[in-house]
């Protein structure tokens, strides 16, 4: 019964998802929904940014091994990334109109900036949405007891998310992830309430938490420990500002404010909600503490939904896997999409400037279906956890591309020189990190980081100084941005 529900619920969401879909028109609605997305939307929309498998199945597995020490890169350097975007990003990058970041690079550098830095988007989200892909599999075994595997619940899984995000785009993604957003946050509060009531309340949860010393946040006091702290603090919460879904969805918007304001409280709220499935994580360890070390030693990321399958009336196990499968879908449809509108505006148009509005929607969802193809391999035959998926997903955008997104916003002198050095110094300097030092105790991604900070102001100060740029800068509206994207199509 329980298995039928949840089926109800996906072509629930496929139906959703087509509904929405009856709103493209063209390749600016399938990309951006026409910017005309409300508050209440966007504001789901980029709390669902984060709030997917990660949340629900890998950092609370990662809480229950490591505490919240394990936790620094997701939930605190997700929020702050997004609360980080909201206030300094949204606004500049709002007002340029564009539709991807690497129309910003194009705008401000050059067409080679461009194009390697949007495959170093695209790259990047090998690693976020294989972690989706993975955690559907794990939904679709526990739901029937190992009757699915979880290659096989990978696969279904991916097909419900690409069925509704190939026909909607944008708007699909925008309304499927509203109403996800509802039943994930009713749905969790609900799980929540009862996980407390099994383990006596909230307290005895929180005192066993801080008594086994999983409160922790701080780093032990010595500069290694230190340091490694601060690095998986800022590959996220900087690695993940040069992104495609996060940038597309505050671009939905219908104005700046929404795009400014939604932004930041999605992140907010993320921060405070993240703490949910922690706690009802937690309260197995007070309930049911065998089923717990049995997996821990197995697979941590079954022990949330093997714990509610065994300890909760089947009522409140329809609400949780609906609320699960509503994040993960959400987040996967978005970051499907992402990295696949950025292939075709910023690569496939560079290499073929011919396209016309009708060929560009067709190719973004061919794309769609490629990506997931390519998803799919990497998920199936990855041996990391979803956790660990999603950390590395965002090394290669702190090393290349958030240095030159900051100069090229803010520091009015910034040249291509200075982007062409700040790009190869990273990227070089990283993959050096990766392929000779893979061992070393500092993470390869934070010499990048330092190395394009160095690139890009030496070539900055030793190129020539952009005439048109201060004029070009001041201006920043989107009267000439949209004079720029219509003269690409």
Not at 108 to 118: A, D, K, Q
Not at 317 to 333: E, K, P, W
Not at 420 to 448: A, D, N, R
Not at 460 to 479: C, E, I, M, V
Request: neutral net charge.
């Amino acid at each position: 019964m329980l298995l039928w529900f949840v089926i109800a619920y996906l072509a629930l969401s496929i139906a959703i998802g087509l509904y929405a879909a009856t709103r493209v028109h063209n390749a600016r609605d399938y990309i951006v929904a026409g910017r005309n997305l409300p508050f209440a939307v966007v504001l789901a929309m980029v709390f669902a940014t984060w709030f997917g498998a990660e949340t629900v199945l890998g950092i609370s597995a990662t809480f229950l091994e490591e505490g919240f020490h394990g936790l620094i890169s997701d939930p605190l350097g997700a929020s702050l990334c997004l609360v980080l975007f909201g206030l300094i990003f949204a606004r500049p990058l709002y007002r340029m109109n564009l539709l991807t970041l690497g129309d910003f690079f194009r705008h401000r550098y050059n067409p080679t900036i461009e194009m390697v830095l949007s495959i170093c988007i695209v790259i990047s989200y090998l690693g976020w949405v294989g972690a989706q892909m993975t955690a559907l599999g794990v939904v679709f075994n526990a739901l029937t007891d190992g009757a699915i595997s979880q290659t096989q619940g990978t696969l279904i899984g991916a097909l419900v998310v690409l069925v509704y995000t190939i026909f909607g785009g944008m708007w699909s993604v925008a309304w499927t992830t509203f109403v996800q957003m509802i039943v994930i946050v009713i749905g969790l509060f609900l799980v929540a309430l009862y996980a407390g009531d099994l383990a006596g309340g909230l307290a005895p949860v929180v005192d066993k938490a801080a008594a086994e010393g999983k409160l922790e946040w701080l780093p032990e006091r010595n500069w290694l420990s230190i340091f490694t702290w601060i690095s998986a603090l800022i590959t996220m919460a900087l690695g993940s500002i040069p992104q495609q879904d996060v940038f597309q969805r505050v671009n939905s918007s219908k104005n700046e404010f929404v795009a400014v304001w939604a932004t930041t409280l999605g992140g907010i709220c993320y921060f405070l909600f993240a703490a949910v499935p922690l706690f009802i994580a937690y309260s197995a360890t007070v309930i049911d503490p065998q089923l717990v070390q049995t997996f821990l030693d197995q697979d941590s990321q079954l022990i949330l939904p093997l714990f509610v399958t065994t300890h909760m009336p089947l009522w409140l196990q329809i609400v949780f896997f609906g609320a699960l499968l509503s994040v993960i879908m959400s987040t996967a449809s978005g970051t499907l999409l992402a990295p696949s509108v950025t292939f075709t505006e910023n690569i496939l148009k560079s290499t073929w400037p011919t396209l016309t509005d009708r060929q560009l929607l067709l190719a973004t969802r061919l794309t769609v279906v490629a990506f997931t193809l390519i998803v799919l391999v990497y998920a199936l035959w990855s041996n990391d956890s979803i956790h660990g998926m999603v950390e590395k997903a965002y090394r290669v955008t702190l090393a290349g591309a958030f240095v030159p997104l900051v100069a090229g916003i803010f520091w009015k002198r910034a040249n291509s020189l200075g982007a062409t050095f700040s790009v190869i110094l990273g990227i070089g300097t990283w993959l050096f990190g990766e392929l000779v030092l893979p061992e070393s105790e500092i993470e390869p991604q934070i010499y990048g980081f330092l190395a394009s900070i160095v690139g890009m102001v030496t070539g900055t100060l030793l190129g020539p100084k952009d005439p048109h740029l201060p004029k070009r800068t001041r201006q920043h509206n989107a009267a000439s941005a949209t004079h720029h994207v219509a003269s690409r199509r």
